[in-house]
């Protein structure tokens, strides 16, 4: 694998393995795979680990657990229950992680064209399989284009008024520090992915990510770098959201669109 996150081809290289994943993590997974097991059964088309936990950068007590489940069918309300019921036994009884989060999507779904270069390259490239057959063997190979670009992350236009509105709805110190992990870490993964086909490679490291937008953008990096702490150690200061969401998220918003389009909408 080259400096930038591709294969010997050029295409973007899996990030995650679970031999990556570090000692103190082990214990979680094994626990997760249980409690996915038990509660899914044959729902359940695979499930797949993301985030710092199988790139091996986690750090106990910090990081979260990130999870996707891919089920045989749409996922149901009682879907969505169990595995809110899963993220609070996980983070409960694990001491090693701050929170845990479960995606929940439906294998047709992720390998439909639609989400050929969103959900699909989501888990190609940026998943680790944990139970089941990995979808992203009916993947392609994917690589840093414009197209990636724009539909991985070219909807912040239609992101921002939501992260408006939690934001007056998040009156506590957790809420705020919930929805500040979140907005930092969506507009430093916008902000690289403004800048990614230049560039020429892939990285979900945060603070890498900014510099790399930096040299593109100098005049708005230590803006970017704001949002790239605040994606590892959230806070509950009201004036870094303000910031990141009023002030940066519209420029971005406006510059991605103006490169790479409007992501295609969804139903």
């Known amino acids: 694998m080259s400096g930038k996150g591709l294969n010997d081809d050029g295409t973007i290289a899996r990030e995650g393995a679970l031999s990556r994943v570090p000692a103190a993590f082990a214990p979680v997974v094994a626990a997760s795979r249980t409690r ?14 993301y985030g710092s936990i199988p790139r091996g950068t986690a750090v106990p007590g910090v990081s979260d657990l990130d999870l996707l489940l891919a089920l045989h069918d749409e996922p149901t309300e009682t ?12 983070d409960r009884h694990f001491a090693q992680i701050d929170g845990v989060g479960i995606l929940l999507s439906d294998a047709r779904t992720l390998l439909s064209a639609l989400e050929r270069h969103d959900g699909g390259f989501f888990v190609a490239c940026l998943c680790t399989p944990l139970l089941g057959d990995d979808l992203a063997g009916q993947l392609p ?16 236009p239609l992101v921002l008024p939501r992260w408006r509105t939690r934001a ?5 110190e ?10 930092g870490r969506r507009t430093v993964r916008t902000a690289f992915t403004l800048v990614m086909p230049r560039w020429g490679g892939w990285t979900s490291d945060l603070g890498e990510s900014a510099e790399l937008f930096g040299r593109y ?24 959201l303000s910031m990141l969401i009023d002030q940066l998220g519209p420029w971005l918003a406006a510059e991605y669109t103006a490169v790479h389009g409007e992501k295609a909408p969804r139903p």
């Open 168 to 172: 007056v709805e998040a009156t506590t």
């Open 141 to 156: 190979r994917y690589r840093p284009t414009s197209l990636l670009a724009r539909e991985t992350n070219g909807d912040l």
């Open 79 to 90: 879907d969505r229950v169990d595995a809110r019921a899963i993220e609070t036994a996980l």
């Open 36 to 49: 996915i097991t038990e509660t899914f059964g044959t729902r359940l088309h695979s499930a797949y680990l």
């Open 217 to 240: 953008y100098p005049e708005r990096v230590e803006q970017i770098r704001v949002a790239a702490a605040t994606g590892r150690t959230p806070t509950a200061g009201p004036a870094v």
């Open 174 to 183: 957790a809420g705020r520090k919930a929805l500040s992990r979140v907005v």
